[in-house]
């Protein structure tokens, strides 16, 4: 069986809420014949995301192939996204086909946008709480979880959230063990610095 995740870019977008996704789900997949990790925008031209980094998609929305996992990140950029008729029409569109809709940071305010969100459990970056919830009166938004899952809806809060969220989709996706060798071989084991005064 085939498996095709899309991660969709915009301009400003949180390259943190995208690359951390894109490496677990490229890292779970290396060895999978059949599965493919692909970026998706509106255009093919380079894709400015907000701390810089230029990016180009390998598909616009026009040859997006068809997706089993979408993952929309957060960052700036969402706010003029949402305002956007194609980046909406375009998830409205894809998402029903998919059998995980995902989003890190803000991009559940794009997916909000879409009417993905209506009736679901979601949650966003801590920063981002009460405007979601002003916004999406129509969902009911957590705070203070990393990921939340509602039915095939999986959001994430902030930036390193999405990792968390990514491999528990990998769980899901193929089994609990390749998500921990994901993991580990990631070298993925959080321990901040700076988490006591000393």
């Not at 380079?46 to 957060?74: E, K, M, Q, S, T």
């Not at 086909?97 to 940071?105: D, E, F, L, Q, Y």
């Not at 305010?109 to 949650?123: C, F």
Request: proline share 6%; net charge negative; aromatic share 10%.
């Amino acid at each position: 069986m085939s498996t095709t995740i899309g991660i969709v870019l915009f301009p400003d977008a949180e390259e943190l809420d995208w690359a951390g996704p894109y490496e677990v789900f490229g890292m779970a997949t290396h060895d999978i014949e059949n599965a493919r990790v692909i970026t998706v925008a509106q255009s093919k031209e380079p894709v400015r995301c907000f701390n810089g980094l230029r990016v180009l998609p390998d598909h616009d929305f026009a040859d997006c192939p068809a997706l089993d996992v979408v993952l929309v990140p957060g960052g700036m950029g969402t706010r003029k996204e949402f305002d956007n008729p194609v980046m909406r029409d375009w998830l409205a569109r894809v998402t029903p086909g998919c059998t995980w809709v995902t989003s890190v940071c803000t991009g559940s305010y794009l997916l909000h946008g879409a009417g993905v969100t209506r009736g679901k459990r979601i949650t966003t970056h801590w920063g981002f709480i009460e405007t979601l919830r002003e916004a999406a009166q129509d969902a009911t938004v957590l705070e203070k979880v990393r990921y939340v899952r509602d039915g095939n809806l999986v959001t994430a809060a902030g930036v390193s959230a999405g990792i968390d969220m990514s491999l528990w989709v990998v769980g899901q996706l193929w089994d609990v063990d390749r998500a921990r060798w994901t993991q580990r071989f990631m070298e993925y084991d959080p321990a901040p610095p700076y988490t006591a005064d000393v």
